[in-house]
Every structure is written in C-alpha cells, then in structure tokens.
C-alpha cells in the first residue's frame, strides 16, 4: 500500500482518524467538550469532578467496546498482538498515572489540543512520543 | 431532553471506537510499530492522528461563531497554556506506558468487545494509576 512500508495501512488509517475526528467534533460543536478519554474515564469513576455528567461519560465509555466490536464484525475479526499480563499491568499504572499528572492522553493532547494549537497539547505530544520512542527503542536493544 | 443529553456522548463513543478499530489502533503492535522508529517502522499511527487532526482543526474554526454548543448551554473547554513540570513529566510517564504497553485510554476500552481479558487488566491498573494520582496531589 504504501512504498517501503508493506506493514502500513495508510488508507484505513486515515479513514479511521477522520472518524476519530467526527467523533470529537461532535462532542465540541454538539457537547461543548474536549474528547479526551483519561479525563472522561477518571469523571466515570468518580477520581474527577470536571467535565461532563457521570453518565454522559459512561455513555462515551460504553460507546468505545461497541464501536470497535460493529468494525472487528464488519471485517471479519481483528487481530491484536498483545504484551504479557504483567507488563500490561505495569504499563497501566504509568498510563493511568501520567495522564493525570500531565493533564490528557493521546485523544485530548495529541488530538484534540493539537488540531487547537494548544501550547501545552503540543508539548505534551511531543514528550509522550519521545518517551515512548525511548521506551520501544529500549526495549529492542534489551531483547 | 435525554435524547440531547445522551445521544452526543454515545455517539462519540461509537464513532470513536470504530476510528480506532478501523485505524488498526486497537492492536497494540501497530502502536508500538509506529513508536519503532528504529525498526520496522510502521506509520499507520501518524495517519490516524492526522486525520483526526485534520477534521478537528475544522472543528475548531466552528466554535468562535457559536454562542452555544447544539446540544449544551456553554462550552466547556480547557483554558490552560501554562507549561509545567507536571505536563512534561506526566507526559513522559505517560509514554513509557504507552511504549510498554502499545496501548492508551481509549484503545484500553475499545478492547473489552475483542479482548476482554487483556483490557481489564489494562484498565484496572489504569484505574489504580489515576487513583494514585488522586491520592498524591488531591489529598
């Protein structure tokens, strides 16, 4: 598909993103917030009082599993690679930790500040895909 | 009433989680392929976030010129353009998870409808990462 890179799916990609994106203009222009999913998911479970209501922030969270499960259907199943259960765990904590502390994930820094030109999104971004460059780049050299 | 409280977030919901699946965002080999930069490098993330961020920029131009959202009496939107330590660390965690892992929020709550056993044990850490956060820095 893509020259160079046989692994790429740049055409599903893209078309993926533009639904990421209608899904985060419709909370902005319908709503009148920001899809970010680590803030929606503390407000959930009540680590967070900010956003949107307790239920609209299920109802997002709910609206995930199904959206993705009508297009594993769709094409007739997805194959996901997975690390080991330990690893997933750990890797959660960081997760769940730092988006806090730096205030959003990869939906609220990297998509929805980003297309804003927020300062601190583009920062943020910035930093989590270095670290996570780091990271996998380490990771190669260990094993 | 319900239908103007509810019906966004559901549909942002789902609209959200087919992006990922379809952008091939729920299997965590793609991300941690894109963040190879070293290796096999597979760019299919950078076209998912640039879609994304193409039809939000959009988005953006809209909000200057609405008094109010369509279904909401006022925006709420962040405000912040601070740069603090607490953004670049948390961001640098972040991303070592994110690495570890080849998963974020979102990808770790569209798995529960393909791999329910490994997103639950993503998303409760998950949840404990941010409960910590809770318990650190909101007493």
């Given at each position: 598909m893509l020259p160079g890179f046989p692994d790429a799916a740049p055409?599903?990609?893209?078309?993926?993103?533009?639904?990421i994106g209608l899904?985060?203009?419709?909370?902005?222009?319908?709503?009148?917030?920001?899809?970010?999913?680590?803030?929606?998911?503390?407000?959930?479970?009540?680590?967070?009082?900010?956003?949107?209501?307790?239920?609209?922030?299920w109802l997002f969270l709910i609206?995930?599993?199904?959206?993705a499960a009508i297009v594993a259907t769709l094409k007739g199943g997805l194959n996901p690679e997975f690390v080991s259960l330990p690893l997933l765990a750990v890797a959660g904590v960081?997760?769940?930790?730092?988006?806090r502390l730096g205030s959003?994930?990869?939906?609220?820094?990297?998509?929805?500040?980003?297309?804003?030109?927020?300062?601190?999104?583009?920062?943020?971004?910035?930093?989590f895909m270095a670290s996570g460059i780091a990271t996998v780049a380490l990771l190669g050299a260990i094993g | 009433m319900i239908l103007r409280?509810?019906?966004?977030?559901?549909?942002?919901?789902?609209?959200?989680?087919?992006?990922?699946?379809?952008?091939?965002?729920?299997?965590?080999?793609?991300?941690?392929?894109?963040?190879?930069?070293?290796?096999?490098?597979?760019?299919?993330?950078a076209f998912v976030m640039g879609?994304?961020?193409?039809?939000?920029?959009?988005?953006?131009?809209?909000?200057?010129?609405?008094?109010?959202?369509?279904?909401?009496?006022?925006?709420?939107?962040p405000e912040r353009s601070d740069l603090t330590p607490q953004l670049v660390s948390g961001a640098t965690l972040f991303g070592i998870g994110w690495g570890l892992a080849g998963l974020c929020p979102g990808p770790g709550f569209a798995i529960l409808a393909i791999a329910p056993l490994q997103a639950v044990v993503f998303l409760a850490s998950l949840m404990a990462g941010m409960a910590l956060h809770r318990v650190m820095f909101k007493g």
């Open positions: 055409v599903d990609g893209l078309a993926g993103g533009v639904l899904a985060g203009a419709l909370l902005l222009l319908g709503a009148g917030r920001i899809v970010g999913v680590s803030g929606i998911a503390s407000r959930a479970v009540g680590l967070s009082s900010e956003g949107m209501s307790k239920r609209s922030a609206g995930l599993p199904l959206g960081l997760v769940g930790f730092g988006a959003g994930c990869t939906s609220g820094h990297g998509v929805c500040g980003v297309s804003r030109l927020s300062q601190r999104s583009i920062v943020a971004t910035l930093t | 409280n509810y019906l966004p977030p559901l549909a942002s919901g789902l609209l959200f989680g087919a992006g990922l699946a379809l952008g091939g965002m729920t299997d965590p080999a793609r991300i941690r392929g894109f963040l190879d930069i070293f290796g096999a490098w597979d760019p299919t993330l879609g994304a961020v193409l039809v939000m920029a959009v988005a953006w131009r809209f909000v200057p010129r609405m008094t109010k959202p369509i279904f909401a009496q006022a925006f709420a939107l």
